[in-house]
């Protein structure tokens, strides 16, 4: 026993010098990451939940790095906070998705709104809404085709210049949307205060989605409710099986996202998607 005690601690230690390692390697890399064009973007399609036509898209970062492969933002985007390269990569996303929507409008596509994640430390910087503004009329986008994603947290700290920010970005046209909703702290106040104008319900609720549990269909279906009461589209996460799609049918979810219709696709495949209007 004392032998495999000894074995389990040079397993655990050697595991975790490897993810220091690793973390060492990412973080030297993320500098030269947007140069060396290594970040891509992948849409994953939000559809409505009665016809499964497509409404809009998220659109969700990965890096192509030269040596560990497809590095998943879980596990990036948290360094970059930390090193404040979010600021960039973040700006970077926004850019793109512009530009992207751009070419769509350009090439006659029925395009659809795209909803873009920004840290709350992006939200939290000033200068937001001016860059976004600046990205509008560069590309020549309505403003009706951008969401961005935000989570309680960026709204925990209700500052004067986050919702400064949150007027600013809707006074342009731009759509709101709280992610992760439910797993944070905020309550129907800050609902009330923040005016948003989708929420998205976090996939641990949605995945609890089972006739058993009682308590998770019980937080969707009042999320629902409330969000009717005050005019706000809800979106599902996650949503991978059929009787959880079933399940926010009956309740009248507006739309749901999950891998049960697409994972996050390459823009090739999103294209495809968007040009009939349809998962295939
Ligand atoms: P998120 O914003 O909550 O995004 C949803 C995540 O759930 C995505 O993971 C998506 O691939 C995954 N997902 C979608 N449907 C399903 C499903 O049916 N089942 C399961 N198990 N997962 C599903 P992803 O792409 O790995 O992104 C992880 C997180 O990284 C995002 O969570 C978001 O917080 C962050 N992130 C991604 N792209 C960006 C970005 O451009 N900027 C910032 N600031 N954060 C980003
Ligand atoms: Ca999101
Ligand atoms: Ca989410
Ligand atoms: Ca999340």
Redesign the pocket.
């Known amino acids: 026993a004392k032998q495999l005690g000894k074995n389990n601690y040079q397993l655990y230690s050697f595991t975790r010098d490897i993810t220091s390692y690793k973390k060492y390697i990412l973080e030297k890399d993320m500098r030269k990451a947007i140069e060396k064009e290594e970040f891509e973007?992948?849409y994953?399609p939000q559809v409505a939940t009665s016809t499964g036509v497509i409404q809009g898209a998220?659109?969700?970062?990965?890096w192509n790095h030269e040596e560990w492969g497809m590095v998943?933002?879980?596990e990036f985007?948290p360094l970059?906070?930390e090193n404040h390269l979010?600021h960039q990569?973040?700006d970077w996303?926004i850019e793109n998705v512009c530009k992207q929507i751009r070419t769509w409008i350009d090439k006659g596509y029925t395009t659809r709104p795209i909803s873009?994640?920004?840290?709350p430390i992006?939200f939290m910087k000033k200068g937001l809404v001016e860059y976004v503004a600046d990205l509008l009329t560069k590309y020549d986008v309505p403003a009706k085709y951008l969401e961005l994603?935000i989570?309680e947290g960026s709204l925990l700290k209700s500052e004067k210049n986050v919702l400064n920010t949150l007027d600013g970005l809707r006074d342009l046209g731009i759509k709101i949307a709280i992610?992760?909703f439910g797993t944070g702290f905020a309550s129907l106040t800050y609902l009330r205060e923040f005016n948003a104008d989708t929420i998205?319900i976090?996939?641990v609720f949605?995945?609890n989605i089972t006739e058993e549990n009682k308590k998770d269909t019980a937080i969707i279906s009042s999320v629902l409710h409330l969000a009717k009461g005050m005019d706000m589209k809800v979106i599902a996460?996650?949503?991978?099986e059929y009787e959880q799609l079933n399940f926010l049918k009956q309740k009248e979810c507006d739309e749901i996202?999950?891998?049960?219709f697409s994972?996050?696709v390459s823009l090739d495949i999103f294209e495809q998607m968007l040009e009939t209007g349809y998962i295939k």
């Open positions: 973007i992948y994953q998220e659109a969700l970062i990965r998943s933002p879980g985007i970059a906070e979010i990569i973040g996303v873009i994640n920004v840290s992006r994603e989570t992610d992760d998205k976090d996939q949605v995945q996460e996650g949503v991978e996202q999950g891998y049960l994972k996050p």
